[in-house]
């Protein structure tokens, strides 16, 4: 079965500073890793995503997230926050080997940025 | 750009009655996913559907069904509302396949009184 945990309810992070959300997770065939961000009243917007290659992914907003097989982690980071950072994110898996493509999703990181 | 459209962004419903969520994609997806978002549960996923008249069961599955007649709309059926089924809920589409992202509806915020 698939999972993902995010194991921060919320991450605080200080204008300027880097930010590290946190994403593991459990597949039983190759894993296919996405990032969400949901802002207040709104769906969610897809980040970055990592299926195969480079371990380090960049996406949207100047996040970036690296995937590391032998932990199994998926982590976003970003080398300087924005207050606008400030939102709900969610790390989601796919397996690779299924046909069908279940997504699964964490329970969601918030984080604040302050200025 | 992809567009998932959920039919109400806000619904009321009576405990016992039947409830129909609707949602549709006009990208020619074959996947299509029904979640529920509740706060500190994240997104749990309730039924997916990989192609027509195709449906998989997710995590939360009791109390709802699905239905996919065809490729752009997929129905969420609560049969008998309970107010545990307040909640928000998010609909996706996303191409066949498990490399592709998906998209996102803006949510339809379900009360069920």
């Known amino acids: 079965a698939q999972s993902v945990a995010q194991p921060e309810d919320q991450v605080n992070v200080a204008e300027g500073n880097p930010l590290t959300v946190k994403c593991t997770y459990s597949?039983?065939?190759?894993?296919?890793l996405f990032w969400y961000v949901q802002y207040p009243n709104r769906g969610l917007q897809f980040l970055l995503k990592?299926?195969?290659?480079?371990?380090l992914v960049k996406g949207s907003y100047g996040f970036e997230a690296e995937f590391n097989k032998s932990q199994t982690s998926f982590h976003l980071k970003k080398p300087s926050a924005l207050v606008s950072d400030s939102a709900l994110y969610f790390c989601?898996?796919?397996?690779?080997?299924?046909?069908?493509?279940?997504?699964?999703f964490g329970q969601g990181t918030t984080l604040q940025v302050k200025p | 750009d992809v567009k998932v459209t959920q039919s109400s962004r806000y619904l009321v419903k009576r405990t016992g009655e039947k409830v129909f969520l609707e949602c549709v994609q006009d990208?020619?997806?074959?996947?299509m996913f029904w979640y529920r978002q509740d706060p500190g549960l994240g997104l749990r996923l309730i039924y997916f559907?990989?192609?027509?008249?195709?449906?998989e069961k997710g995590d939360i599955p009791e109390g709802y069904s699905v239905s996919r007649e065809k490729k752009e709309r997929f129905s969420l059926i609560l049969e008998s509302a309970s107010t545990n089924q307040t909640s928000m809920y998010l609909c996706?589409?996303?191409?066949?396949?498990?490399?592709?992202?998906?998209?996102f509806g803006q949510g339809t915020r379900l009360t069920v009184v």
């Open positions: 990592y299926i195969t290659g480079d371990n």
């Open positions: 996706a589409s996303a191409k066949g396949g498990s490399v592709t992202e998906a998209f």
């Open positions: 989601a898996v796919r397996d690779g080997s299924s046909n069908t493509g279940k997504l699964i």
């Open positions: 990208m020619d997806h074959e996947n």
């Open positions: 559907s990989y192609d027509v008249k195709m449906k």
């Open positions: 597949v039983s065939g190759n894993p296919y």
